[in-house]
């Protein structure tokens, strides 16, 4: 799977029927609801404090750091949040759903990279951009 930088998309939450465990997220990039669940982000943060604690649990191990609240990564830019990593079958990149405390109440929302168009596409703008006739 190709890495990406995880962007600031955000995302209106979606679901769909399900398979009988009730409703199923759908991805908020391609519509896809075959997702999987991975790492979970706690952010721990007194409000408006300079740090924040972030526990991460994966593969069933857990850490925690104290870091700079600016450089967190927090759904929340004043108290508490939560983030769970997704990877979607359908497309690929970083997938985050969010739930932020802000002002007494409580949001949720998704981060993720944008879609990437397919190579062929990325190869042709590159080549209309430089103006570079060669057939690769
Ligand atoms: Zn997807």
């Given at each position: 799977m190709m890495k990406q930088a995880l962007?600031?998309?955000?995302g209106e939450l979606r679901l769909s029927v399900g398979y009988g465990l009730?409703?199923?997220l759908i991805c908020p990039?391609?519509?896809s609801d075959y997702l999987h669940s991975g790492a979970v982000k706690v952010y721990d943060r007194e409000e408006d404090?300079?740090?924040t604690s972030v526990t991460t649990v994966n593969h069933g191990l857990a850490a925690t750091h104290v870091v700079?609240?600016?450089?967190?990564g927090n759904p929340s830019s004043r108290r508490q949040g939560?983030?769970?990593a997704f990877e979607c079958e359908e497309c690929e990149g970083p997938l985050e759903l969010l739930i932020a405390q802000h002002?007494?109440?409580t949001f949720v929302t998704w981060r993720y990279a944008p879609r990437q168009p397919p190579r062929a596409v990325i190869d042709t703008l590159e080549l209309a951009v430089s103006?570079?006739?060669k057939v690769r």
């Open positions: 962007s600031v998309f955000c009730g409703p199923a990039r391609c519509g404090a300079a740090e700079e609240s600016s450089k967190a939560i983030a769970v002002k007494g109440g103006g570079d006739r």
